[in-house]
């Protein structure tokens, strides 16, 4: 067991965005526990820094197991990304309640129980640590022809919450800021969707995974910044055009 390194915690963590998160902590030398519904033991091979965790955010015992592997595996904790997200775009009205319910649970929940159970822990260890969210720019501004209010009434609770629990855990040395992202080139779109959401930003373009993992990292380095979610969209937070 080492307790040299700096750990991370990385939900949401076997494609996409998740796993170009853990691919750039593990550049800087962290130690990573990764997590998903579904993870296997074998996604990133022999690496002994990776630490693979199966369970869903939304069961309050997958945060308490995430914290207990960190900790029996490496030691410590000492930042959390919270990327783990279900984004569901429809009309208001055709929401179901199997969508709305899966998607307070995963979004909301799942961001309550594994942030309490991080928080606590690092109260434990008296330690100063970081705690980085993924939201949405559809927060700040809804793209006409995109609806997705549930988007909105789930992770702008996250948006709000980031503001909240960076005042209430200033004073412990404990940073909560978040990422907001535009539409990004995952595995989740289409190739011949591309062009069409390429065209809902400013820039003219999909943003990249890269993108998205250089804004967290850029946090996890700004340590006089906490409180703050950072637009990584292409200009959308910026208004229609």
Known sequence: MSTENKVVIVTGA???IGAGIVAGYRQRGWNVVANSRSISPSLYGSDKAIHSVAGDVANPSTAAHLIEAAIER???VDTLVNNAGIFIAKP????TQEEF???LAVNVAGFFYVTQAFTSQLTKQGSAGHVVSITTTIVDQPINGVPAVLASLTKGGIDAATRG???EYAKAGIRFNAVSPGIIKTPLHAPETHEFLAGLHPLGRMGEIEEIVQAILYLEDAKFVT???LHVDGGQ???HW
Do not use: M, N, P, V
Not at 92 to 95: A, E, H, K, R
């Open 14 to 16: 076997s494609q996409g």
């Open 74 to 76: 490496f030691g410590r």
């Open 92 to 95: 208001f009205t055709d929401y």
């Open 101 to 103: 319910d899966r998607k």
């Open 165 to 167: 629990l960076a005042i």
């Open 227 to 229: 409180g703050e979610t």
């Open 237 to 239: 937070h910026a208004g």
